[in-house]
Each structure stands twice: as structure tokens, then as C-alpha cells.
């Protein structure tokens, strides 16, 4: 089973700065025959579902700003704000959909400092 | 609008049964994996179960194997958990999620949309 962590595992940042969240999986979820990795990133507000907001690890889902973006391959991945704004208060997730079972991060809380 | 609405969430005894639901509309349901993630109250989510297409393949996170039971109703655009032998450990808000499908000869698999969960309270 591939195991994912977080950290950190909250993170208190100031209005207009950059927000940085590490995910790494405990095995590569990069698809050889596809260059794609299977990693995914959720974003959830209290009271919420996790909406989507990256997939293949790098790719922005439609309607997600532009201050969101995710890199990394293999086995270490990242999720930055560019730009942190106070509707981004949220819990995020990373996911592996490269096989079963399909695993998520613990979450990292991310706060207005 | 791609929507699923869960229902069937409740307050279960320990040992007893229930029955989850999830309908789907707004996409061609028969076209894609659906899945089950739990979270319990403050916890942070937890795979349960998927089912293939067509319904002929499951999986189980091993918490659940055996217990609970994943299908689907193609023809009702409907998914299913059956959930029995029901512990306080399996108190949760449950999710049913969109998963993979074939786009352009690649297989896709994030989770997307989200229902907005029904909560299963398991006590005596």
C-alpha cells in the first residue's frame, strides 16, 4: 500500500504571501507509460466536501485560481499559494490514484497569521 | 451540473446494517468509477470502496473487507454501500466521489465532484 504524508502539518501565513505544502508518497506514483503521476490535491473548508483542485500533480482544475499551482514527480510533490487570500483558510489533502487502496495525506491546516 | 446527493445515513446500534445511497445525474454515470471516503468527526478522509464501470470490480480499504458490500445501478445512475457488522469506529461523514474514466486512451482517476456527505453515527 503507498503511504502519503504531509507536512507541515498546519501552517499559519500572512495575507498576500506564499503558502507551501509538502506531500511525498511512500512509492512512486508516476506512470511510466504515461509520464503522468497519479497525484492529486483537494482543498476542504469547514462544513465542506474536498473540492478538487490539482490533478497529474501540476494540473489547475477548470475554475481554480491561477495562485494555486502543484508540482513535483515521482514520489515529492508541493502545492503552493502564490499569494495566500482569506477565502484559502482550508484543510488540503494530497491523493494517490495510482492504485488501491487509494490514499490520501493526513492534511495540512493552512490559517491566517 | 455534474451533481450526486447522498442519502441513507443514520444513528446504527453496533452489529447493525445500513444502507447508503448516492445518486448521481448531470454525466454519464455508467462511464466512470465511483467511489466511498469516510472522514470521522475532526479526522481527515479516508478511502473506503470503488467500483469499476460496469460494476464487476470492487476494492476495499482493508478496515471495511468483508463487512461492507460496493455496487452500483447503471440504469438508475445510482451507488451503493451496504454496510454491515457496523462498529463505533465506522462513525463518519460518507462521501461518494466521481473517480476515473478513459479520456483520449488515458485512464483518469482523481475524485471529482464530492457529494455533500451523510453522516453515520454507530452507538449504543
Known amino acids: 500500500d503507498i503511504v502519503m504524508t504531509q507536512s507541515p502539518d498546519s501552517l499559519a501565513v500572512s495575507l498576500g504571501e506564499r503558502a507551501t505544502i509538502n506531500c511525498k508518497s511512500s512509492?512512486?506514483?508516476?506512470?511510466?507509460?504515461?509520464?503522468?503521476?497519479?497525484l492529486a490535491w483537494y482543498q476542504q473548508k469547514p462544513g465542506q466536501p474536498p473540492k478538487l483542485l490539482i490533478y497529474?500533480?501540476?494540473t489547475r482544475e477548470s475554475g481554480v485560481p491561477d495562485r494555486f499551482s502543484g508540482s513535483g514527480s515521482g514520489t515529492d510533490f508541493t502545492l503552493t499559494i502564490s499569494s495566500l487570500q482569506a477565502e484559502d483558510v482550508a484543510v488540503y489533502y494530497c491523493?494517490?490514484?495510482?492504485?488501491?487502496?487509494?490514499?490520501f495525506g493526513p492534511g495540512t491546516k493552512l490559517e491566517i497569521k | 451540473e455534474v451533481q450526486l446527493v447522498e442519502s441513507g445515513g443514520g444513528l446504527v446500534q453496533p452489529g447493525g446494517s445500513l444502507r447508503l445511497s448516492c445518486a448521481a445525474s448531470?454525466?454519464?454515470?455508467?462511464?466512470?468509477?465511483m467511489h466511498w471516503v469516510r472522514q470521522a468527526p475532526g479526522k481527515g478522509l479516508v478511502w473506503v470502496s470503488r467500483?469499476?464501470?460496469?460494476?464487476?470490480?470492487?476494492n476495499y480499504a482493508d478496515s471495511v473487507k468483508g463487512r461492507f458490500s460496493i455496487s452500483r445501478d447503471n440504469a438508475k445512475n445510482t451507488l451503493y454501500l451496504q454496510m454491515n457488522s457496523l462498529r463505533a469506529e465506522d462513525t463518519a461523514v460518507y462521501y461518494c466521489?466521481?473517480?476515473?474514466?478513459?479520456?483520449?486512451?488515458?485512464?483518469?482517476?482523481?475524485?471529482?465532484?464530492w457529494g455533500q456527505g451523510t453522516l453515520v453515527t454507530v452507538s449504543s
Open positions: 512509492d512512486s506514483v508516476l506512470y511510466s507509460s504515461s509520464s503522468r503521476n497519479y
Open positions: 467500483i469499476n464501470s460496469d460494476g464487476s470490480s470492487t
Open positions: 466521489a466521481r473517480g476515473g474514466t478513459i479520456v483520449r486512451g488515458v485512464i483518469t482517476g482523481w475524485f471529482d465532484p
Open positions: 491523493q494517490q490514484y495510482y492504485s488501491s487502496p487509494y490514499s
Open positions: 448531470g454525466f454519464t454515470f455508467r462511464n466512470y468509477w
Open positions: 497529474w500533480a501540476s
